[in-house]
DNA sequence: TTGAAAGCGCTAACAC
DNA sequence: GTGTTAGCGCTTTCAA
C-alpha cells in the first residue's frame, strides 16, 4: 500500500479511501491511485483489514459428517447464502464428541469468525454459554436450544404425518427404523419423528409395540440389516417408517432380498427427500434441506450486519411426498 | 494480552513466549503466565498472529460443484488431511467460468490463504501464472498442469480398461456416454476416458462410430435421456460405457423404462465408484476419491511448511471393479 | 531469563 | 480533499 501511495503520489490513507469507496476523493487522485494499483497489481491485504476492522469476513460452519447426504444439501444451501455476501465459509467436520467441543470453544472466539453455523448437532448450554459471552452470532440448523437463533422443521408433526400416511392406507403393524434415539450426538430429530410415530398410533388406537422397532447405527447397510431382522419376525409389520431416507432406501434392499414386494406386500416410507429418493421413488417426508441453509445463512450473515434481538426459530414446512413405496397393506 | 501479562506481572514478550512454547522461560514464570491464562479465559487472536507471521493457517479447496458425489468424497479427503494438522479449510464454490476467475484471482494472494487446492477444474496459464508469481502453494486435483503438483488418475488408461473389459466379454457394439467433451469448464478427464475407449476399439479393430456416442449436459436424467436416444435406434449398442457413475445408473434408468435386462440384454459400465455404484451392483472403474484429496491435502500442507522443488504428478491406481451389470452379449 | 520497542498492513480520527 | 498519526494484537530482535 506504500508503494501504491508512493506511485500515485498520495497517502497511504488516500489509497484506503478510494479502495474502499468511501469519503470525499477528487476524481483525479481517484484515477492516479487506481492506476497506480493496477500497474502494481495490489489488493488489500485481508488479515490486516480484518485485525484493524475486527472483521474477519469468515463464516464457519460446524457438521458432523460430511457423509450424510442431507447434511451436504443443506451445506449448499449456506454456500449459496455465502455467495450472496462478502463472507468465504469454513467448513469444519467433527467426528466425535471431543472434537467437537474443542473446535466450539475453538470458534467461539469473537477474533476468530463473525459468525457460527451449527449443522445437525445439537448443543449443550455450556457450549450456548460460551457463544452468549463472545457475542459470536450463531444459528443452528437441525437443533434444538430456546436461547438461540434456529431453523428446523417440526419433526414431531413429520414422524406423525408419516404414520398417519400409512395408517390412512389401513396399515395397522407399522414398524420404526432410527439411528440410536440416545447417541452420542443425541440427534434430537431422530427422537421427535418417533414422538411422532407414538403419537399417531396412539391417536388411532394401535398399540406402539417395542417389537416393531429397531435403532442402530446411520448407514444403508445397518438399516437393511435391522429391516432384515424385523421382517423376519412372525407376523411382521406390513409397512415401514424409517426416520431417513438413506434408511428407507437400506429398508428397500432387504425387501427384495426376502422377495418382499413393495408397496404390494410391504410400504416403505423415508424422511428427507435427498436426491436419491425420487431415483428410488420412495414415498417420503420432504424437508427442506437446502432452503434451511440458505435460511440460516442469510440470518446469520443479518446477525453480523445488525446484532439480533430475541432468538427466534425458523420453522420450514415439511412435505408428505406420496410415490411409488406406499400402498394399502395386501396390495 | 495485556491483561494476562499484567495479572502474572511480566511482559507481553513474555506471554507470547509461553504460549508458544518457545524459549528459555523459567518453570515460575511459565505458571504464572498459564494461570493467568486461565483465569482470563484468554487465547491468541489468530488474526493478530497471522498478520505478524504471515501465515494464515488456512487452506483453500476451489472446486465447480457440491452436487456431484465424487467431488464431495475428494474433499472429505481433503478435510482428513486438515485435520491432521491445524490449518482450517475454506470451501469456495464457483459456479461459472467467471466465478472462477474472481476466486482464482482473488486467492492467489499470499495473505489470503497459506496455499490452495483445485478440485475437478481445469486452470489455464494465467491463473497459473499468478500463482506462481505470488507464490501461494498450489496443488491440482483431477486437474492437469505441467507446471503444477497434481494427483490425479491415468483417465486415458482407465477409458481403456473400461472399453476393454466390455471387449473382453465379447461385445463389439459399445456405446460411449459423457458430459461435453468440450465444455465451458474443460473438464479434461472425461476427454481422457474418451481417448481410452477410442483406443481400445481401435486396437481391437472395432470401428469407432459417432451414432454410438452421446454427450450432454451432467446428470442422471440426461444420461437417461442420452441413453433412451442410444438405445432407440436401430442396431443399437450391447454395451454402454458411461463416462461416471451417475451417467450410468441414468443408462440404468433408461434401460428399465425401455425393459431391457442389464446385464442379459446391455451390460454398462460406469467410473469413480461412488457409493452409490455398489448399492446399485454396479460394475465400474473405481478411482480413489477420497485418498486423491487426502494426498493432495497433505502434499499441500507439505509446501506450506517446505516450499516444494519442481513440480511432481501423482498417479493414483485405478481398479476395475465387476460388479452385476456387465455380462457377454446377448445373455 | 526477561523487557522494551518496532512493525506486520490497514483504517479512522483529527488536523490542515 | 488530503496527510499525519495512533493503534488493532501479536512476535521478535536487541539490550539488559
Known amino acids: 500500500m506504500q508503494d501504491v501511495a508512493a506511485r500515485a503520489g498520495v497517502s497511504t490513507a488516500t489509497v484506503s ?10 476524481e483525479a487522485t481517484r484515477l492516479k491511485v ?49 455467495a450472496e455476501s462478502d463472507c468465504d465459509l469454513l467448513t469444519l467436520s467433527v467426528g466425535t464428541p471431543e472434537a467437537r467441543d474443542a473446535i466450539l470453544e475453538k470458534y467461539s472466539q469473537r477474533a476468530r469468525t463473525d459468525g457460527v453455523l451449527i449443522i445437525s448437532m445439537p448443543v449443550n448450554d455450556n457450549h450456548v454459554k460460551r457463544f452468549l459471552n463472545s457475542g459470536v452470532p450463531l444459528v443452528l440448523i437441525d437443533a434444538q436450544h430456546p436461547e438461540l437463533n434456529r431453523v428446523n422443521v417440526d419433526d414431531e408433526t413429520g414422524g406423525k404425518m408419516a404414520a398417519e400416511h400409512l395408517i390412512g392406507l389401513g396399515h395397522r ?12 450426538f443425541q440427534f434430537s430429530s431422530t427422537l421427535a419423528r418417533y414422538k411422532g410415530y407414538c403419537e399417531a398410533l396412539e391417536s388411532a388406537d394401535i398399540p406402539v409395540l417395542r417389537r416393531y422397532q429397531r435403532e442402530g447405527e446411520h448407514g444403508r447397510e445397518y438399516a437393511r440389516d435391522m429391516a432384515l431382522d424385523l421382517l423376519s419376525q412372525p407376523d ?34 423415508g424422511y428427507d427427500n435427498i436426491r436419491d429418493a425420487e431415483y428410488m421413488n ?26 439480533s434481538s430475541s432468538p427466534v426459530e425458523i420453522i420450514l414446512p415439511l412435505k408428505l411426498l406420496k410415490r411409488g413405496t406406499t400402498a394399502p397393506p395386501g396390495g
Open 282 to 307: 420412495l414415498t417420503t417426508i420432504h424437508q427442506p434441506l437446502f432452503d434451511s441453509g440458505l435460511e440460516a445463512g442469510r440470518k446469520l450473515l443479518n446477525m453480523v450486519h445488525a446484532p
Open 34 to 82: 487506481l492506476r497506480a494499483c493496477a500497474e502494481l497489481d495490489y489488493s488489500l491485504n485481508p488479515i490486516a483489514q480484518s485485525l484493524r476492522l475486527g472483521r474477519t469476513k469468515t463464516i464457519a460452519a460446524i457438521l458432523s459428517f460430511l457423509t450424510l447426504p442431507s447434511i451436504v444439501e443443506r451445506l449448499r444451501g449456506v454456500q449459496a447464502a455465502m
Open 236 to 269: 411382521p409389520p406390513t409397512a415401514i417408517f424409517a426416520s431417513s431416507d438413506t434408511k428407507a432406501i437400506g429398508v428397500l434392499d432387504a425387501a427384495k432380498e426376502l422377495k418382499i414386494r413393495v408397496p404390494e406386500e410391504l410400504s416403505v416410507i
Open 173 to 184: 403393524k407399522i414398524g420404526f427404523i432410527s439411528s440410536y434415539l440416545k447417541n452420542p
Open 17 to 26: 479511501r478510494v479502495i474502499n469507496g468511501s469519503d470525499y476523493v477528487s
